[in-house]
């Protein structure tokens, strides 16, 4: 019982991440053709769309805090799922699938704290 439930997890967080990606790239590739259009038409529209467009880079690792504490609640909902199930093997199984998720998630915490911490953001 406890592959299959982690198997459908595993797929399921594939398919959104995948899912996300797609949408974020047909995003900026409508946006890009929408300013295309307008740089070729001579619109005076076209300094508002370059104004729309990030053109400074974000510091890596911002939304380090954000991811991090997806994966925590991933690994306690794991977690919990094992304790309602109520089989040993199941509490195991899936008590050391939910291991990883968290454990990258407090890596991505402290990562994000020391970040603040050296950049002089208390």
């Known amino acids: 019982m406890g592959e299959d439930v982690l198997i459908f997890a595993v797929l399921t967080t594939g398919i959104v991440l995948g899912l996300t990606q797609i949408a974020r790239l047909w995003r900026a590739g409508m946006q890009h053709k929408t300013i295309r259009e307008a740089i070729s038409r001579d619109s005076s529209a076209v300094p508002a769309l370059l104004a729309g467009v990030e053109l400074e880079q974000r510091p890596s690792g911002a939304n380090d805090d ?57």
Do not use: C, E
Request: without cysteine.
């Open 66 to 122: 954000r991811t991090a504490f997806v994966l925590i609640a991933l690994g306690l909902a794991l977690f919990l799922f094992a304790l309602i199930q109520g089989d040993p093997d199941d509490l195991r199984n899936m008590g050391g699938a939910a291991l990883f998720p968290t454990l990258v998630g407090l890596a991505l915490l402290f990562r994000h704290y020391l970040a603040k911490k050296r950049d002089g953001q208390s």
